[in-house]
């Protein structure tokens, strides 16, 4: 009897032992499970459908290229509008250029101007021929019966030589001047002359002034006769 009952306690010990490493493995298969369903859910939220973020890229992406075709459109506008500008510039410039060349041929030698302006202004005298006079002017006005028709022909000899060609106007007051002194000078220096000592002093200090005024007189009213005939 005792051996019976201790084997039933030990059969009944086997099973409860069996059961419990039953339940033990069924709840560890749970545990597990539980924990690849978990992770399944985990995964299906960190990884959602990104269908619509592709479509999202494609219509941002020909949003991008209508842009760019619009400002290369406009750009290509603006480049023909530059380009006819450019020839509406080049032709300008080639008419001007053909303006400049016709208004070239039609001016005169500006030298030859300036030789004529120059005659015309000096008197029909050469500028030697003044600076010349001029210096015989000076040394002529220490007499004193010319010392005031000298000063004032030299006068008129240096603004005639202060001028410049192409000025607004000829110095027209200092040649009527330089006329005057040129047609009063050698009659006052030969009516001074008249006293002995005078023509004597006229002699020694001054001998070319009436020789050289008289030349001059005589050599501008032939040049300014012969500038006359060729107005």
């Not at 039609?106 to 015309?120: A, F, K, S």
Request: contains cysteine.
């Amino acid at each position: 009897m005792a051996l019976y009952e201790s084997l039933e306690s030990d059969v009944a010990s086997f099973f409860v032992a069996q059961g419990s490493l039953i339940e033990s493995l069924v709840h560890s298969l749970c545990l597990r499970v539980a924990t690849i369903e978990a992770k399944g859910q985990v995964q299906s939220c960190g990884s959602p459908d990104l269908s619509h973020v592709a479509a999202m890229i494609d219509t941002s992406a020909q949003q991008c290229l209508a842009y760019v075709d619009e400002k290369v459109a406009t750009l290509h506008y603006k480049l023909e509008g530059m380009d006819a500008e450019f020839d509406r510039i080049t032709r300008q410039c080639r008419d001007l250029h053909a303006h400049v060349k016709a208004v070239q041929t039609t001016v005169p030698d500006m030298g030859e101007l300036e030789i004529v302006w120059r005659d015309r202004v000096l008197c029909g005298l050469s500028q030697e021929q003044l600076l010349g006079l001029a210096k015989d002017l000076t040394d002529l006005s220490h007499v004193s019966e010319c010392h005031v028709m000298a000063l004032a022909t030299r006068h008129a000899i240096q603004q005639i030589l202060d001028a410049k060609a192409g000025g607004s106007a000829p110095p027209l007051g200092a040649m009527m001047d330089l006329e005057r002194g040129l047609d009063a000078l050698p009659a006052l220096v030969q009516a001074t002359a008249s006293n002995p000592e005078v023509q004597a002093s006229l002699e020694y200090n001054y001998p070319m002034s009436l020789p050289i005024i008289s030349t001059i007189r005589q050599d501008r009213r032939q040049r300014v006769l012969k500038y006359s005939h060729t107005q």
